[in-house]
């Protein structure tokens, strides 16, 4: 994203591993904050998704203009250049959101949140394989199988009722939009005129605000029953820690490491939610969900060294 040199291959790697785990410990606390939005009135998946990327895109934009004009990066390429990255990215994130809400709420947040990310990883890996051409490297190729019987397990080994088909459905839908988006960020950080990662991620706010703006009206924008102030105190939330703060920090981390390790990595995401959704929500713990979970964990050690190494 950034239009400067990057520094040396492992100091880079090891400071995009870091955005990439603060990113992710962020974005584990989003299921479980969209439930309780869930609880506290009747919003839908679409108006939550739409309103965290309207309060993200302000948020960002404010930011933007208090950020010293020295340290603001200009787009080499003209605006008609950069808008099929900056359209697919805004695309790619509404769907991954959105899907994403509507799957917490059909099959709640652990399952929704293990699956997505899960699958995640899977997507990226071919997609970087053939539209990126990077190879998995040995690290790459255990991660992947570790995120493929770690959703194995979690699918097959709970029982009927545990994991909701049309959830399953909702999650595979967000992750292919995550991986797109995780490929797109990927392309322009390997460009010299790549996007600045405050840049990118105001253009896909705002470019996912306006896609989710009709379904959000036709949903409902304001919650009409329950208690209005709490859901938007704790959509603010999301607006700020999960979407203004954790969206550069995850562009900026995937632009310095392979597509593949940027989704890898975010499995702390599903870790962090599924032990949220245990302690914060009293959703059961079943023995599948509990080793999915440390399979997932397991693939994310392996190939945050295999990368650091690199």
């Known amino acids: 994203m950034s239009t400067t040199l990057a520094p040396a291959r492992p100091e880079a ?101 293990l699956l997505t990310l899960g699958t995640g990883p899977i997507l990226t890996a071919f997609g970087s394989r053939l539209l990126l051409g990077e190879r998995l490297g040995r690290g790459g190729a255990l991660a992947v199988a570790g995120a493929v019987s770690g959703l194995g397990v979690l699918v097959l080994g709970n029982g009927a009722g545990v994991v909701d088909p049309g959830g399953v459905a909702l999650a595979l839908l967000s992750a292919a939009g995550y991986a797109a988006v995780t490929l797109l960020g990927r392309a322009t950080g390997r460009r010299s005129d790549g996007e600045d990662p405050f840049t990118l991620t105001m253009w896909s706010f705002g470019i996912g605000a306006a896609l989710l703006l009709l379904p959000a009206w036709f949903e409902g924008l304001a919650p009409s029953v329950g208690d209005p102030v709490r859901a938007f105190a704790i959509i603010g939330y999301l607006a700020v820690f999960t979407t203004a703060l954790a969206y550069p920090l995850y562009f900026a981390g995937a632009a310095r490491v392979r597509a593949t390790t940027a989704s890898v990595m975010m499995l702390i995401e599903p870790v962090t939610a599924a032990f949220l959704a245990v302690a914060l929500l009293h959703e059961p713990l079943t023995v599948a969900t509990a080793a999915g979970a440390v399979v997932l964990l397991g693939s994310i050690t392996a190939l945050a060294l295999a990368e650091s190494r690199r």
């Not at 302000?58 to 808008?83: D, E, G, H, Q, S």
């Not at 959101?97 to 947040?109: E, I, L, M, N």
């Open 13 to 113: 790697a090891r400071r995009g591993l870091g955005f990439l785990t603060i990113t992710g410990l962020a974005w584990g606390t989003t299921g479980a904050a969209a439930e309780l939005v869930y609880r506290a009135g009747d919003l839908g998946p679409a108006a939550v998704s739409f309103w965290r990327h309207l309060g993200g895109l302000v948020l960002l934009l404010a930011f933007t203009a208090l950020r010293p004009k020295r340290t603001r990066i200009r787009p080499n390429a003209p605006l008609r250049r950069r808008a099929p990255l900056l359209a697919g990215v805004g695309l790619g994130m509404a769907v991954f959101q959105t899907a994403y809400f509507a799957a917490v709420d059909a099959t709640g947040v652990a399952a929704a949140t």
